[in-house]
């Protein structure tokens, strides 16, 4: 049957919704790195309330840990992506009035479903203890009232942004991209506002602290009113990430779906749409489970601040990783399906290993590069009003140790997808969990054994990355039965490290040159030109593939305009 087309709607047939492609990931691509750059704004500006040695804002991070926890586990990615395949199947099979039914049955149980959950775990911290029963453990660290208090006020956010996530989805499947890619930037925008209306509210600085370090109990008092302002603005951020989407859903005519109206005989049911996003969700919380211990081993375990800093440090390793993952899985990833669909071992190998490389080509220039100006990087970020120097010092050794986990989790990304890709979903899960238990080994060693700050769990990290990488790749060819690698991986990669390295190297002297002579801010840009000009020259005159195919495509726009 064809796709119906919606009364009082706009929606072209499904094979003409997806036109325009270059124009459309351009759109996106810009979007998406807008709320990256608002995202960064809103930390410098909590960094500059809060500071670096805040309790109360650590207790605020361990509790946005928890909606972190299950937006990934049951929002995006693999619910958005479950949901997707359905509604496509739908809407040229039955038709779009049949694909707004689907749509609505579906927010209906993924609703209630949150809204149990959310009761559950609210009951859950609620009654929860202090300390970790049998082991004494004091796993919500100095402040576990503030900890319990923050984590109720948020948890509501995780409802907001699934079921925005089941909206993102939705509106793909209709050619509707605009939309879903603007809310993560209007979320951020309203978050940016609600702090910028607490510094007016509460000024940028406290009173004077008691002692070196110290907030006093007037300036712990201050930060918990500060806190709760802000969890309340989480929540108007999520509803307003929710809002911006709704005009498209009623374009689309997915708001129109009637609760009433049966599904078609032989079309997917909400709960077995939920039921397939399973495997790759569980994928995902295994990651966010070890965020989390990582969150909470900085509360019970490290000096004031850690959690913050622990936190900040990998926001900003995350800018990398997240350009490296959008390359891997937003445009190979449907392709890798499609050759598995087709069972061509040789075309998904091939695919995998000159994806593999491309990440290489950047992952590592970036990597190296923001190692060396990790200091730079975070004084110039967030060192202001309240974040102090001293701040700066503890976060920088942790991003640096970070950088070394930016190619095995782009790399992992994608070889886990590979294995999607071939119909294995365990596989990646089972080393991921057992990632998450040597990470806990490594963090206690390192914080208990070693007394290492924040850098240690950035170690244990680093190492747990690049274990998961190394434990799946042997894999593809045993377990998947793809064929050996083909690409002269030793010959590329000796490439991309000896010239990122000189790349990285240059970045550093034009920083360490320009540092006190102009603003640190202008300082680090052109640090940054300088490696990505050097990385850029010196691997087109030894032609790596990454670096020549952005030349190729530069040249072809200038000779266009």
């Known amino acids: 049957m064809g796709a119906a087309k919606a009364s009082g709607t706009s929606v072209p047939p499904p094979g003409e919704r997806h036109s325009r492609l270059g124009r459309r990931t351009a759109l996106i691509s810009a979007l998406t790195l807008l709320s990256r750059i608002l995202g960064f704004i809103r930390e410098g500006i909590a960094s ?12 605020f991070i361990t509790a946005w840990r928890v909606p972190n926890l299950f937006r990934r586990f049951l929002g995006e990615g693999a619910l958005s992506t479950s949901f997707q395949t359905a509604l496509t199947a ?27 959950l959310c009761l559950v775990v609210m009951s859950l911290v609620y009654f929860a203890p202090d300390q970790m029963p049998y082991t004494g453990w004091p796993w919500l660290g100095d402040d576990p009232a503030e900890v319990r208090e923050l984590t109720l006020r948020v948890l509501p956010f995780v409802i907001l942004v699934c079921v925005s996530a089941l909206f993102t989805g939705a509106l793909h499947v209709r050619g509707r991209f605009g939309a879903p890619a603007v809310a993560p930037a209007a979320m951020n925008v309203v978050w ?40 309340f603005g989480v929540l108007i951020a999520g509803v307003v990430q929710l809002g911006v989407q ?38 995902a919380a295994v990651y966010q489970i070890n965020v989390m211990v990582d969150g ?3 509360e019970s375990l490290l000096p004031k601040g850690a959690p913050t800093l622990h936190y900040l440090a990998n926001r900003v390793q995350q800018f990398p990783v997240a350009l490296v993952a959008i390359a891997a899985t937003g445009a190979v990833f ?15 190998r091939s695919l995998h290993d000159r994806t593999h490389l491309a990440i290489a080509g950047v992952a590592i220039p970036a990597a190296l590069g923001l190692m060396v100006l990790s200091g730079p990087v975070i ?24 950088c070394l986990a930016i190619l095995p989790a782009g790399a992992t990304g994608l070889i886990a997808r590979t294995y999607y890709s071939m119909g294995d979903f365990l596989t990646p899960v089972k080393v991921s969990s057992v990632m998450l238990v040597l990470n806990v080994v490594l963090n ?118």
């Open 48 to 59: 500059a309330l809060f500071g670096s040695n805040s309790g109360i804002y650590d207790a």
């Open 90 to 116: 739908v809407d040229s099979d039955h038709g779009d009035e049949a694909g707004n039914t689907l749509f609505v049955h579906t927010l209906r149980m993924l609703a209630g479903l949150l809204v149990g």
């Open 192 to 231: 940016v506002i609600t702090l910028l209306v607490i510094a007016l509210r509460f000024g940028w600085f406290g009173p004077s602290p008691a002692a070196p370090g110290e907030l006093g109990v007037e300036g712990q008092l201050r930060h918990l009113e500060m806190a709760r302002w802000l969890a």
């Open 246 to 283: 709704v005009p498209a859903l009623r374009s689309t005519g997915l708001a129109m779906g009637r609760l009433r109206h049966a599904l078609p005989e032989g079309a997917p049911r909400p709960l077995g749409i939920l039921k397939r996003s399973a495997p790759l969700a569980l994928g």
């Open 296 to 298: 909470l081993m900085a």
């Open 334 to 348: 449907p392709a890798l399906q499609a050759l598995g669909h087709k069972r061509d071992l040789a075309a998904v």
């Open 379 to 402: 004084a110039a970020l967030f060192e202001r009003g309240a974040f102090s120097s001293e701040g700066v010092a503890r976060t920088t050794p942790a991003l640096q140790v970070l």
């Open 444 to 561: 206690v060693w390192f914080l208990k054994g070693l007394g290492m700050d924040v850098e240690g769990l950035a170690a244990a990290t680093a190492i747990t990355s690049a274990l998961n990488a190394v434990a799946l790749l042997p894999g593809l060819t045993r377990k998947l039965g793809l064929p050996s690698c083909q690409q002269p991986v030793k010959t590329v990669l000796g490439k991309i490290i000896a010239v990122s390295v000189v790349a990285a190297a240059a970045a550093g002297f034009a920083e360490s040159l320009l540092d006190g002579v102009v603003g640190r801010t202008l300082a680090l840009v052109v640090a940054v030109a300088v490696g990505g000009a050097t990385y850029l020259a010196l691997g087109a005159l030894v032609r790596i593939d990454v670096v020549l195919t952005i030349a190729r495509k530069f040249v072809h726009r200038k000779t266009v305009s």
